[in-house]
């Protein structure tokens, strides 16, 4: 077996996620790459989580439509997941759960239920009935009493039915992974990591306890594949921050929003990371947040802010008035769906123009896209160094899918890079007098001076201003300092490396453009699509020029929301026609299977102009 994936169901604050994390060290630590994707409901217990473990011999980052393993920890993950297991898959179930009938549930929309009333010519299908369309279908049954393996595990350990039941998620794992063949000690690793002291004596006595009872082995085994050491396990919002700590942040702000959260507790938590002096502050709201952030900046500390769709829209007049005064900011763009508080946990891609445009009036930013783990922690570094080396807002844009998406990687990939991001520091002034903070330059670029140095001080101001930042409606002035400030990003368009702007992976008379975390999902498709080529835009604003690339092409764009807004951005840049767009908008990610059944329809030439995606659980 060269590719496998796990799916665990449940309740939201269930301890799935756990299970996922345990699942995913321990093949881990037996030698598989792993990904693990997690969709879960915005309210905080009791409505239906998923997470899915791929593992494969080579590095992996997209997913698959079908599992080869379902662990259902309640019987709404049996309901809501028909037809979710491939055939001559498992499914590993309490057998209690199906005393229920689906209107029993008393979280499954009615809709879902509807659905498999329909399904099976009954007003209320039990779930013995699922489980026989998941027989039919070939999916064979694992029935295995979870909380009564607990209670007996707990007997034979002196230890508490309750404080037994706390392990259910280890004995799932554990389970699975016996099923499969595969070997304990992974698995007692990977709750090393987990967990600490009694907890972990606990969590370890279950696993072997679940070991030492006979199952069945299943016809397709989980072996070894050759522990390689030097890989780290992260999620997309962990690897942003740690890639903010390796380009030299000094002070984050934020404000809780889902899922942009994550990275500013996993910072606070691990500030003292390789000896980092790093501040975090949570505000009172997202206009503190970017405020605060751009006042940290103009000290001279590398600042940043991350934020969601919702925070985003609060903190635009705080990065105009950083852009007015050119201050070096970084906003990390966690996207979720839209618009107002629309999917808190699901993810999106529709705000690339808002990134691009929002806000009033004009000022240069820079907007930079991570399509990956990887990607998003050296981009992270990227995105502080341009700041300071254009004086401006640098907006970095990720998605929920990949702040929530864990991925091993080999640890050596997390580099440090060597970037020109020094600040263009003012030279020394002999005396004490006012300084041109705004003076001219060829590259629209003026020499910096942080608040508190001696020697010199200018006016700030959100006003339109003169050479030192006196107010002024002057024509002349307003039209040096307007095409002073937009010139950086022609010389960011110059001096920006190619490999930073834009990828091509592969030519192809088809040629698919995508952006963001379309990437990993592309790049695999192109394994089985003949004569689709794909290029990958990392650097969104300014535009890269690419037209080039799209001379006698038939171009087709795959993005995370419901207009295509890549294809305008595409078309208003190029002057290029985009032929087909491949779009999705329920919050769910791209599946490896849809995207190559809907290229495959565009290289048959049966595709239409729009082409909405609707897979998802």
Same mark, same amino acid.
């Given at each position: 077996m060269d590719d496998f994936t796990w799916r665990v169901g449940g309740p939201q604050g269930g301890g799935i996620e756990t299970a996922a994390t345990l699942f995913a060290r321990a093949v881990g630590k037996g030698g598989w790459w792993v990904a693990t994707k997690r969709e879960y409901h915005s309210n905080i217990m009791g409505r239906h989580s998923y997470l899915d473990v791929r593992l494969s011999r080579k590095p992996v980052e997209a997913f698959r439509e079908r599992v080869e393993m379902l662990v259902a920890l309640?019987?709404?993950?049996?309901?809501?997941?028909?037809?979710?297991?491939?055939?001559?898959?498992?499914?590993?179930?309490?057998?209690?759960?199906?005393?229920?009938?689906?209107?029993?549930?008393?979280?499954?929309?009615?809709r879902v239920a509807d659905a498999l009333s329909e399904r099976f010519g009954k007003l209320d299908p039990s779930l013995k009935d699922l489980l026989q369309a998941y027989v039919e279908a070939g999916v064979q049954p694992l029935p295995y009493p979870f909380e009564e393996v607990a209670d007996r595990i707990g007997a034979e350990l002196g230890v508490p039915s309750l404080q037994a039941r706390r392990t259910l998620n280890t004995i799932a794992v554990a389970a699975s992974l016996h099923f499969l063949g595969f070997p304990l000690e992974p698995l007692l690793e990977a709750l090393a990591l987990q967990f600490r002291g009694k907890v972990l004596e606990l969590n370890q006595e279950v696993a072997k306890a679940v070991y030492r009872e006979e199952v069945p082995k299943l016809p397709f085994q989980l072996h070894l594949n050759g522990y390689e050491p030097?890989?780290?396990?992260?999620?997309?919002?962990?690897?942003?921050?740690?890639?903010?700590?390796?380009?030299?942040?000094?002070?984050?702000?934020?404000?809780?929003?889902?899922?942009?959260?994550?990275?500013?507790?996993?910072?606070?938590?691990?500030?003292?990371?390789?000896g980092a002096d790093v501040a975090v502050v949570q505000t009172e709201d997202e206009i503190a947040a970017v405020t605060m952030a751009v006042g940290a900046a103009l000290t001279g500390a590398k600042a940043a802010t991350a934020t969601s769709g919702p925070g985003f829209s609060l903190m635009a007049e705080g990065m105009g008035f950083a852009g007015m005064i050119?201050? &070096?900011?970084?906003?990390?763009?966690?996207?979720?769906? #839209?618009? !107002?508080?629309?999917? =808190?946990?699901? *993810?999106?891609? %529709?705000?690339?123009?808002?990134?691009?445009?929002?806000?009033?009036?004009?000022?240069?930013?820079?907007?930079?896209?991570?399509?990956?783990?990887?990607?998003?922690?050296?981009?992270?570094?990227?995105?502080?160094?341009?700041?300071?080396r254009y004086q401006t807002v640098v907006v970095h844009l990720v998605d929920k899918f990949?702040?929530?998406?864990?991925?091993?990687?080999?640890?050596?990939?997390?580099?440090?890079?060597?970037?020109?991001?020094?600040?263009?520091?003012?030279?020394?002034?002999?005396?004490?007098? &006012?300084?041109?903070?705004?003076?001219?330059?060829?590259? #629209?670029? !003026?020499?910096?001076? =942080?608040?508190? *140095?001696?020697? %010199?001080?200018?006016?700030?101001?959100?006003?339109e201003h003169d050479l030192v930042g006196h107010i002024t409606e002057d024509i002349p002035l307003r039209e040096y300092q307007m095409e002073k400030r937009m010139q950086k990003l022609k010389t960011a368009q110059e001096e920006i490396l190619l490999e930073d702007q834009y990828t091509l992976y592969r030519?192809?008379?088809?040629?698919?453009?995508?952006?963001?975390?379309?990437k990993g999902t592309l790049l695999e498709a192109l394994d089985h699509l003949p004569g689709v080529g794909y290029l990958h835009l990392r650097l969104l604003w300014p535009f890269p020029k690419i037209a080039h690339l799209l001379e006698g092409?038939?171009?087709?764009?795959?993005?995370?929301?419901?207009?295509?807004?890549?294809?305008?951005?595409?078309?208003?840049?190029?002057?290029k026609r985009v032929h087909h767009r491949v779009v999705k908008y329920n919050g769910r990610p791209f599946t490896l299977d849809e995207v190559v059944e809907a290229l495959k329809k565009v290289l048959a030439k049966e595709a239409p102009e729009r082409l909405v995606l609707r897979k998802g659980v």
């Open positions: 309640d019987g709404e993950t049996l309901a809501r997941h028909l037809d979710q297991v491939r055939p001559g898959g498992a499914l590993l179930y309490d057998p209690k759960v199906l005393d229920l009938t689906v209107h029993k549930l008393p979280m499954l929309d009615h030097g890989r780290v396990y992260l999620t997309g919002a962990q690897a942003a921050a740690l890639g903010k700590l390796a380009g030299g942040l000094r002070f984050q702000t934020y404000y809780p929003i889902s899922p942009a959260t994550d990275e500013s507790t996993y910072l606070e938590a691990h500030t003292a990371f390789q050119e201050a &070096p900011l970084v906003v990390t763009l966690y996207q979720r769906g #839209g618009p !107002s508080t629309g999917l =808190p946990t699901r *993810t999106e891609q %529709g705000d690339l123009m808002f990134a691009l445009r929002g806000g009033h009036g004009e000022y240069p930013r820079l907007v930079l896209a991570s399509g990956d783990i990887l990607d998003a922690f050296l981009d992270a570094q990227k995105a502080l160094a341009w700041a300071w990949l702040a929530s998406m864990a991925q091993s990687l080999p640890k050596e990939a997390l580099r440090v890079l060597q970037l020109d991001g020094e600040r263009r520091l003012a030279p020394r002034q002999e005396g004490f007098g &006012p300084y041109e903070r705004y003076a001219p330059s060829e590259d #629209g670029i !003026s020499p910096f001076i =942080p608040i508190g *140095t001696p020697g %010199g001080f200018y006016w700030m101001t959100s006003d030519d192809g008379e088809v040629l698919v453009l995508g952006w963001g975390t379309v092409k038939r171009l087709v764009t795959v993005e995370h929301n419901y207009s295509g807004q890549l294809a305008d951005l595409v078309q208003q840049e190029t002057l």
